[in-house]
């Protein structure tokens, strides 16, 4: 069992940037990948972007792509989410999640999540 702790959200003004970080502590095994997704008002959650824990290997939805970066610290079972350049569609509950056996976008695959953290992006 993955037990995942997220932190780093908050307001911010558009344009601005925030940093999300998520710590895993895994009880069996080490994760085969970590991500972020995001949740907004009345809409279905989907992938915003994916590291493969045992390769140099990340994904990105559209439009995260060229704005966010995932980065991870193997040793400390942590994943980072830095968000640039941030619009009020990014607005939305962001939760972390862990993967056995799959790396990629599909929210499907991710068995362990956590609780979620708040990014609200507004004027």
């Known amino acids: 069992q993955v037990q995942l702790v997220e932190s780093g959200g908050g307001s911010v003004r558009p344009g601005g940037s925030l940093t999300l970080s998520c710590a895993a502590s895994a009880r069996t095994g080490t994760p085969y990948s970590m991500g972020w997704f995001r949740q907004a008002p009345g809409r279905e959650r989907e992938g915003v972007a994916v590291a493969c824990m045992d390769a140099e290997t990340e994904y990105y939805s559209d439009s995260a792509t060229g704005r966010f970066t995932i980065s991870r610290d193997r040793g400390k079972y942590t994943v980072y989410l830095e968000m640039n350049n941030l619009n009020p569609s990014d607005t939305g509950m962001y939760y972390c999640?862990?993967?056995?056996?799959?790396?990629?976008?599909?929210?499907?695959?991710?068995?362990?999540w956590g609780q979620g953290t708040q990014v609200t992006v507004s004027a």
């Open positions: 999640a862990s993967a056995a056996g799959y790396c990629g976008l599909q929210n499907y695959f991710f068995a362990y």
